[in-house]
């Protein structure tokens, strides 16, 4: 039985970081993959949504020309999730095996699953690590309404594998997946219902940007229901029904867009003793298991699911794994996770929410910058949007929420910003290139700035300089 310095299950993208840092520093690894590499996100989730989100975003510009000026056009709709598929093949094929050419790899050979502690089967095989990791990712998750599991449903696993773009769709679930595929189908053609039990879309974020995301969506003709009970699902004559406290609803298709849930049921973690709940597997705050050589990354912890989240983490807990002791600057609760949506307006936050702020009873001034103010935008017809931002009479940042366009490319300076420990006075004090989307960022810590004066805090201010 060959016996490996790191053996790493799963090569979605925490998994794939792991296996491309340590095998860049000589180790030996074992990487074991199921079914495709890059897992999810690369094949079902992150990249062919933002393909499938561009195709739209083209069609769309099309018919809005005339906001500049141009005559609109409205494109022939051809085989944009084939396109899709293609992008996906070009990536698998030219980018993601180079990773492991360093690598011992087993590829569609089998689901891995623990003998004990230090050793791992797949098919008949088994193998023996001095450091394992877990990186198995999650699953969609179906909720138990009565007949949903009787419908063919769509989630985003099979989604970029149909053929044609659907007449009527329903969706259930208002997040990232749901917000993100209703605006990309709606502007390809589809009638898009969006139904969903939280009270506005994106919930997890601020409550002013789904509110304003929700405003674009009726424009769009997307239809959105929130705090609906959906009562049952069934399919008669070929289509589907949803039924709601707040009418029926039909379609061709439904998405199952409710969140997700870790894969963790073909690893047998009790045979290497490995602790785990309906959340995923336990970790400590360097990701290590009960067991101080297993680690689990990525989704299957249950802590961030977010795929650079997932990469962040294997880093991190690599180096813990090849370190004598953890090393406390590598803690989990030590690293900022910034999050995108990638509709338009994009939407991106990072720390807290005013809500989030409010039940932490923290002191805040919440200053706000809309697009609309601001030349570059207007020139851009991109005025739809705002960022807000949470700080204190200190200047402390507590959190940044963005709507807007380039939402997902601003967010990382205030991302920065709280790492770091900087100030809305360093924000407001850094040159940004004129007429860039970031000056944005340096007007709002401006107008924090002015309202430092006009609070006469001008002194305390200064004493920051």
């Given at each position: 039985m060959?016996?490996?310095?790191?053996?790493v299950?799963?090569?979605?993208p925490?998994?794939?970081?792991?296996?491309?840092?340590?095998?860049s520093?000589?180790?030996?690894?074992?990487?074991?993959?199921?079914h495709?590499?890059?897992?999810?996100?690369l094949?079902?989730?992150?990249?062919?949504?933002?393909?499938?989100?561009?195709a739209?975003?083209?069609?769309?510009?099309?018919?809005?020309?005339?906001?500049?000026?141009?005559k609109?056009?409205?494109?022939?709709?051809?085989?944009?999730?084939?396109?899709?598929?293609?992008?996906?093949?070009?990536?698998?094929?030219?980018?993601?095996?180079?990773?492991?050419?360093?690598a011992?790899?087993?590829?569609n050979?089998?689901?891995?699953?623990?003998?004990?502690?230090?050793?791992?089967?797949?098919?008949?095989?088994?193998?023996?690590?001095?450091?394992?990791?877990i990186s198995?990712?999650?699953?969609?998750?179906?909720?138990?309404?009565?007949?949903?599991?009787?419908?063919?449903?769509?989630?985003?696993?099979?989604?970029?594998?149909?053929?044609?773009?659907?007449?009527?769709?329903?969706?259930?679930?208002?997040?990232?997946?749901?917000?993100?595929?209703?605006q990309?189908?709606a502007?390809l053609?589809?009638?898009?219902?969006?139904?969903?039990?939280?009270?506005?879309?994106?919930?997890v974020?601020?409550?002013?940007?789904g509110r304003?995301?929700?405003?674009?969506?009726?424009?769009?003709?997307?239809?959105?229901?929130?705090?609906?009970?959906i009562?049952?699902?069934?399919?008669?004559?070929?289509?589907?029904?949803?039924?709601?406290?707040?009418?029926?609803?039909?379609?061709?298709?439904?998405?199952?867009?409710?969140?997700?849930?870790?894969?963790?049921?073909?690893?047998?973690?009790?045979?290497?003793?490995?602790?785990?709940?309906?959340?995923?597997?336990?970790?400590d705050?360097?990701?290590?298991?009960?067991?101080?050589?297993?680690?689990?990354?990525?989704?299957c912890?249950g802590k961030?699911?977010?795929?650079?989240a997932?990469?962040h983490?294997?880093?991190?807990?690599l180096?813990?794994?090849?370190?004598?002791?953890?090393?406390?600057?590598?803690?989990?609760?030590?690293?900022?996770?910034?999050?995108?949506?990638?509709?338009?307006?994009?939407?991106?936050?990072?720390?807290?929410?005013?809500?989030?702020?409010?039940?932490?009873?923290?002191?805040?001034?919440?200053?706000?910058?809309e697009?609309?103010?601001?030349?570059?935008?207007?020139?851009?017809?991109k005025?739809?949007?705002?960022?807000?931002?949470?700080?204190?009479?200190?200047?402390?940042?507590?959190?940044?929420?963005?709507?807007?366009e380039?939402?997902?490319?601003?967010?990382?300076?205030?991302?920065?910003?709280?790492?770091?420990g900087l100030s809305?006075?360093?924000?407001?004090?850094t040159?940004?290139?004129f007429?860039?989307i970031?000056?944005?960022?340096?007007?709002?810590?401006?107008?924090?700035?002015?309202?430092?004066?006009?609070?006469?805090?001008?002194?305390?201010?200064?004493?920051?300089?």
């Amino acid at each position: 039985m060959k016996e490996y310095q790191l053996i790493v299950i799963g090569l979605g993208p925490a998994g794939m970081a792991v296996t491309s840092m340590a095998v860049s520093m000589g180790l030996d690894v074992l990487a074991i993959e199921d079914h495709k590499i890059g897992g999810e996100c690369l094949n079902y989730g992150c990249i062919p949504s933002k393909s499938l989100l561009k195709a739209a975003e083209a069609k769309h510009n099309s018919e809005t020309l005339e906001k500049f000026g141009l005559k609109s056009f409205s494109p022939e709709i051809e085989d944009p999730l084939q396109i899709v598929r293609n992008k996906i093949q070009s990536i698998n094929g030219n980018k993601t095996n180079n990773v492991f050419e360093k690598a011992d790899l087993i590829l569609n050979k089998g689901k891995a699953k623990f003998i004990d502690e230090h050793t791992v089967e797949v098919g008949n095989e088994q193998y023996k690590g001095k450091n394992i990791f877990i990186s198995t990712g999650t699953k969609p998750f179906v909720p138990p309404i009565p007949g949903l599991k009787e419908v063919p449903i769509l989630t985003n696993s099979n989604l970029f594998e149909q053929k044609s773009i659907p007449e009527t769709l329903t969706i259930i679930g208002g997040g990232a997946i749901g917000s993100e595929m209703a605006q990309a189908f709606a502007r390809l053609g589809s009638k898009v219902t969006l139904v969903q039990m939280d009270p506005h879309l994106i919930p997890v974020g601020d409550e002013d940007a789904g509110r304003l995301l929700e405003e674009v969506f009726k424009e769009e003709n997307i239809e959105v229901y929130n705090s609906t009970n959906i009562e049952k699902v069934e399919e008669k004559n070929n289509k589907i029904y949803t039924y709601t406290d707040k009418g029926t609803f039909e379609s061709d298709k439904i998405l199952v867009a409710t969140g997700r849930t870790p894969v963790l049921e073909p690893l047998a973690l009790e045979n290497g003793g490995i602790e785990y709940d309906k959340k995923g597997i336990n970790v400590d705050s360097y990701y290590r298991t009960n067991k101080n050589h297993i680690y689990a990354i990525g989704d299957c912890n249950g802590k961030s699911l977010l795929s650079h989240a997932a990469m962040h983490q294997g880093m991190l807990a690599l180096m813990n794994a090849l370190s004598p002791e953890p090393i406390e600057s590598f803690k989990n609760e030590n690293w900022l996770v910034p999050w995108s949506v990638f509709t338009e307006p994009e939407v991106a936050q990072v720390g807290l929410t005013e809500k989030q702020a409010k039940e932490k009873n923290i002191e805040y001034m919440p200053i706000q910058m809309e697009y609309k103010n601001y030349g570059r935008a207007i020139a851009d017809s991109k005025t739809e949007g705002f960022i807000k931002v949470l700080a204190d009479n200190t200047g402390k940042i507590y959190g940044a929420t963005i709507i807007g366009e380039s939402a997902s490319e601003l967010i990382h300076e205030w991302t920065l910003a709280m790492q770091n420990g900087l100030s809305m006075f360093n924000i407001a004090m850094t040159q940004h290139s004129f007429p860039t989307i970031s000056t944005l960022n340096s007007m709002i810590a401006q107008q924090w700035m002015t309202k430092m004066v006009q609070s006469g805090a001008m002194e305390q201010m200064m004493s920051m300089m």
